[in-house]
Nanobody, 116 residues
Framework: QVQLVESGGGLVQAGGSLRLSCVAS????????ISWYRQAPGKQRELVATITSVGTTYLANSVKGRFTISRDNAKNTVYLQMNSLKPGDTAVYYCRPAPAAPGLSWGQGTQVTVSS
């Protein structure tokens, strides 16, 4: 089973940038599509971006033009480059296999806070 660990969050001013990393371990890592989700306080978790094993990407409309998802299969790592950050991007960000195995728990995520 794949295990994922998120990192790279922090506090940044509006307009700034952060790069999140999702390091994967376990069997079948390189063949998995990986998604980034986020959950803001009081809101439902939402899908932000997905990248397939061959590099096809999907980005939510709210982040298109500002965020980029990429992967380095040699490092078993998926990145989420976030530019032009807005206060509305403040959330805990999680990565997860796509699709996720039934019953797979969510990781701890990484906190992103954007100040105005």
């Amino acid at each position: 089973q794949v295990q994922l660990v998120e990192s790279g969050g922090g506090l940044v001013q509006a307009g700034g940038s952060l790069r999140l990393s999702c390091v994967a371990s376990g069997s079948g890592v390189s063949i998995n599509a990986i998604s980034w989700y986020r959950q803001a306080p009081g809101k439902q978790r939402e899908l932000v971006a997905t990248i397939t094993s061959v590099g096809t990407t999907y980005l939510a409309n709210s982040v298109k033009g500002r965020f980029t998802i990429s992967r380095d299969n040699a490092k078993n790592t998926v990145y989420l480059q976030m530019n032009s950050l807005k206060p509305g991007d403040t959330a805990v960000y999680y990565c997860r296999p796509a699709p996720a195995a039934p019953g797979l728990s969510w990781g701890q995520g990484t906190q992103v806070t954007v100040s105005s």
